[in-house]
């Protein structure tokens, strides 16, 4: 029975196959070269039809499917969270908020990612105790 659920658990194996991200990419750019401002308008249905496979990378998912003009409102809100990141003094938040960063340049999309949101939640309730402790103490 443990040598059932092993095998089929345990049974993928381990390459540098980059598993035809490197042509999603390729193909992305190829689609966002037409659609530079508005990308797919984030319209996940109708970039699947006309490239078909997803980008998994942060970055380049926000500016195929959003266009150049979300790509710059998403660079300030990202850049705007990474500097939150890096203020917060509770380390076992920041570290697993990097983590999930790092993790995101290998899955397709951010807003998928509930528990992101909740570590964020924590991260920015952690700085406001911060700031109302520091507030009693004055």
Request: aromatic letters at 24%.
């Amino acid at each position: 029975f443990l040598k059932n659920i092993l095998l089929k658990n345990f049974s993928r194996v381990f390459n540098l196959d980059p598993s035809g991200r490197f042509d999603g990419y390729y193909e992305s750019y190829n689609f966002l070269s037409n659609n530079i401002v508005f990308g797919a308008y984030y319209n996940i249905d109708f970039y699947k039809n006309n490239v078909g496979v997803i980008p998994h990378n942060l970055f380049i998912y926000n500016i195929v499917l959003g266009g150049v003009l979300f790509f710059i409102v998403f660079i300030f809100w990202f850049l705007i969270i990474v500097k939150n990141i890096f203020t917060t003094k509770n380390i076992f938040i920041r570290y697993s908020l990097l983590v999930c960063i790092i993790g995101f340049q290998f899955i397709p999309a951010i807003f998928t990612a509930y528990f992101f949101a909740f570590l964020l939640s924590l991260m920015f309730y952690s700085k406001r105790l911060d700031k109302l402790s520091v507030k009693n103490l004055l």
